[in-house]
């Protein structure tokens, strides 16, 4: 399967913040990006939105306007399952793309983000999701893995959905067929399930949680 960070492109150089917001404005009339990055000396300093971009003095510069950039991104080692997050949190057809040193890499479009997902085995193979949580303090990734594959289960993926000091969330998807035993486990591990159902419903939920996926994923 392709690697999620094939999809970084540097399609369009980023905007720099000594650009005119004329300039700029003409880069949003020829093109369909909600938002784009600004960078100032080479450092990502937030992105522009176009529906603002369009009140904006066009005789000033982008850096007369720096309240008001929108300062999300993807880390590069992002699973794409957090990637999808930030493009629905913040409503946008394009998400900045930042090194672990906060090097600015590129961008991910939604169109890229979209065929991606269609090609994970949360959607490409059968399975159930089930959500579980546990003290923060108490849970293992390494001890959930033990658990499902005890039970002869495979695990077609898995991530953190939510995550406090007190609290960590974990949504699995595993194979069908062995999740009573594999609940049962999480239980007697002190896992609190928080809901089980099977992929449609899964989906179903996804798409009705906002929104802004709801339009783009069209699944």
Do not use: C
Not at 7 to 30: G, L, M, P, R
Not at 39 to 54: N, R, T
Not at 95 to 112: F, S, W
């Amino acid at each position: 399967m392709t690697e999620i960070t094939n999809y970084i492109t540097n399609d369009y150089k980023a905007i720099d913040s000594q650009e005119t917001i004329a300039t700029v404005q003409d880069f949003f009339d020829e093109l369909t990006f909600s938002h784009f990055p600004v960078v100032e000396e080479g450092i990502y300093i937030g992105s522009i939105a176009s529906d603002d971009i369009e009140t904006f003095d066009s005789l000033k510069k982008v850096f007369d306007y720096r309240y008001s950039l929108e300062g999300f991104f993807a880390r590069e080692n992002m699973i794409w399952l957090d990637v999808l997050e930030v493009f629905a949190k913040n409503h946008s057809n394009l998400v900045p793309v930042l090194n672990e040193n906060n090097n600015y890499l590129g961008y991910y479009e939604i169109r890229d983000i979209m065929n991606f997902f269609h090609e994970t085995p949360f959607l490409q193979e059968s399975g159930g999701i089930i959500l579980v949580k546990k003290k923060t303090l108490n849970y293992s990734m390494g001890e959930i893995t033990q658990i499902i594959e005890s039970n002869n289960g495979k695990i077609l993926g898995l991530f953190v959905s939510k995550s406090d000091s007190e609290f960590t969330e974990v949504t699995i998807k595993i194979s069908l067929g062995v999740m009573n035993e594999i609940i049962q486990s999480f239980r007697r591990y002190d896992y609190e399930i928080i809901s089980e159902h099977f992929e449609d419903n899964y989906i179903n939920t996804l798409k009705e949680r906002s929104d802004y996926l709801d339009k783009y994923l069209n699944i």
